[in-house]
């Protein structure tokens, strides 16, 4: 039960606001933004995504920059109230297409339409688009994304499918009057990985996901097939096979589970999956894999003493994937002695679309890179100025070094949709060869 529901922008902006109860003070929206932007307590830098604040619990989550806020004053597991509002968050994004400030601002009759429908007095009714469209009758006023979340076009075969498909409305008319008969599928994987000071992998995980997003009218029955040589549970076997993410081998996986639509029959005979999509956004499977891997970077770390108050750190990363593939947004973080007071920074000759800095504050080095191509290799070096107080072993306590990345149509676990077949059989369906793939750091730790 929750008694209030509430969206903030990232400058603390009310976008949309809704009391379920009446159980709290007004002002809610304005203490949680204050709280969560000065957030000092416990030694962190952000607020956790649950706390509690003169008796009022307040759960969020941050979807595209947006906070979305759920409060009460009772005691809910604050595990189903962060997946109500991922999923409220994804309900929305079904209906308007894009989710953003804009989008909201636009279409909040709409917004308030689908709140009412998911919650009544604080209880939650459905998250389920597809039951949704029988009760929510406004149609959404299309906004254009401008940072073009999909704006490269992916291409295999023969057809390309356009960079802003997936990002159209399940309900939303097309403006030419003919249906859209498409389903787009994401294979997404977020892995964690510990390095040990000389290189060596002590801990490797992967996080995946299987998405789909449905505009098939009918609701036909399709079918998923993934690798042939998959099995799911190590049976006590060692796996470590270090080819590339497109490579043939066995694809072991620890343990996986599928959504309630998803018919096994034959998975076990010819890893297929069968199931009727609902509209909208959806997750078809969901699976994690602990062998290890083929990580997709390489992290060196040196730190050298130059003199009695000075240091030198160099950092080097090497892309070990394919050539064809290039990483973006990538991040690299180190803690450095709380004693530093001063960073200067030298990249290597040429280097475009690379930013540093050193946050005083809490004594951290950043290294941002715009994009690494496969096979190539990146340094860093930082001349370190420390104050005189007493200070112990400078390599103790510095690190370790952080990543954080985004790489495009790679999969580190390389697990694979061979194909997608849509039962019903119709000339108005126009299929994409096409899989999204994306890998995404989750914990990427090199120890020093």
């Known amino acids: ?139 959404p006023i299309v906004v254009e994304d401008a940072r073009l979340q999909y704006s490269a076009l992916f291409m295999q075969g023969t057809k390309r499918m356009p960079g802003t498909a997936v990002t159209k409305s399940v309900v939303a008319n097309d403006p030419t009057g003919r249906r859209r008969e498409e389903i787009f599928v994401d294979l997404i994987e977020k892995i964690s990985i510990t390095f040990s000071s000389s290189g060596y992998i002590l801990t490797s995980e992967i996080d995946g996901t299987i998405q789909m997003k449905s505009y098939l009218t009918g609701n036909p029955e399709i079918r998923l097939a993934l690798n042939d040589d998959l099995t799911i549970g190590r049976g006590g076997r060692s796996v470590f096979d270090y080819r590339s993410s497109s490579g043939t081998g066995a694809v072991i996986l620890d343990d996986c589970n599928f959504h309630e639509s998803v018919h096994l029959d034959s998975f076990e005979m010819d890893k297929t999956l069968s199931l009727v999509p609902p509209d909208g956004e959806f997750t078809v499977m969901n699976y994690r894999l602990t062998q290890e891997f083929k990580p997709p970077f390489r992290v060196n770390t040196l730190i050298e003493e130059t003199g009695a108050l000075k240091a030198e750190v160099m950092i080097k990363v090497r892309a070990e994937f394919s050539s064809s593939i290039t990483a973006n947004t990538i991040m690299v973080q180190m803690p450095l002695p709380k004693y530093t007071t001063r960073a200067s920074f030298e990249l290597e000759p040429g280097a475009i679309g690379q930013t540093t800095n050193f946050k005083e504050a809490n004594r951290r080095l950043e290294w941002g890179l715009k994009k690494i191509v496969g096979g190539s290799e990146h340094t860093l070096r930082a001349k370190l100025t420390f104050s005189p107080e007493s200070h112990g072993n400078i390599t103790k306590e510095s690190g370790p070094v952080s990543m954080t990345f985004t790489i495009p149509m790679y999969n580190a676990s390389r697990l694979q949709v061979k194909y997608l077949q849509i039962a019903k059989k119709s000339g108005t369906y126009n299929p994409y ?14 120890r020093i």
Do not use: C
Not at 109 to 117: A, C, H, I, M, S
Not at 435 to 446: D, F, H, L, P
């Open 1 to 139: 039960m929750i008694s209030q529901f509430f969206v903030l922008s990232q400058r603390g902006d009310n976008i949309v606001f809704r009391d379920y109860r009446g159980e709290i003070q007004k002002g809610s929206t304005e203490i949680f933004f204050r709280k969560v932007k000065f957030w000092k307590e416990d030694g962190q830098e952000e607020a956790p995504p649950v706390f509690n604040l003169d008796g009022v619990n307040y759960f969020h989550v941050k979807v595209v920059g947006l906070f979305f806020v759920a409060t009460t004053r009772v005691n809910v597991s604050p595990s189903l109230v962060l997946e109500l509002l991922q999923r409220i968050a994804r309900v929305i994004k079904d209906y308007l297409g894009i989710l953003n400030e804009e989008s909201l601002r636009k279409n909040f009759v709409l917004v308030y339409e689908l709140l009412d429908e998911v919650i009544d007095f604080g209880y939650v009714q459905t998250t389920s688009t597809e039951m949704l469209k029988s009760y929510v009758f406004n149609e």
């Open 433 to 446: 060869r096409w899989v999204r793939y994306v890998t995404q750091a989750n914990s990427y730790v090199a």
